[in-house]
């Protein structure tokens, strides 16, 4: 039960199994979800989500590497949490949510230094670790190109 369970939350209902590109589809998921569901723009709920999620990913993260090996392609829970949390507290609009899909996917792809250091934490932490900072150095960015933006005086929004 415990592994079905894990299955379950991990690979965010089934998103894991996608045959191509499995991370990716689920961060498109994600941001379809913060864009169709009202309540995930109020940065109360959507951190609040990440913490849990971040927490249940450790378990299931866990539990999936004892079963499938260190970080299997179809848990995909750690790039749901990751892209919450680059368009935590945004504005709205479609640039914002085009950077922070952009920024996050590139983030957790390139691993670039305490990225790729916390993928090396073990069992689930490792898992989850990664993509929560990719998640956070993606919010930052898509920060600093919206304030590089309005200091030139260019539109923010699309």
């Not at 299997?72 to 949490?81: F, G, N, Q, Y």
Request: with cysteine.
């Amino acid at each position: 039960m415990k592994l079905i369970t894990a299955k379950i939350l991990s690979t965010c209902f089934g998103l894991g199994y996608f045959p191509a590109a499995p991370g990716t589809v689920t961060s498109i998921a994600a941001v379809l979800c913060y864009v169709f569901i009202p309540a995930l723009h109020s940065t109360m709920v959507l951190l609040s989500l990440v913490v849990l999620f971040t927490a249940v990913g450790v378990w299931a993260g866990t539990v999936m590497e004892e079963h499938y090996g260190s970080d299997p392609s179809i848990v995909t829970i750690d790039e749901l949490a990751g892209q919450w949390l680059a368009l935590a507290a945004l504005p709205t609009g479609l640039l914002p949510l085009l950077l922070s899909f952009a920024f996050f996917r590139l983030f957790d792809i390139a691993k670039p230094g305490p990225i790729d250091a916390a993928q090396r934490l073990t069992g689930g932490w490792g898992i989850m670790a990664d993509d929560v900072l990719a998640g956070l150095f993606a919010n930052l960015s898509v920060r600093g190109v919206l304030a590089l933006l309005t200091v030139f005086h260019l539109p923010v929004s699309l």
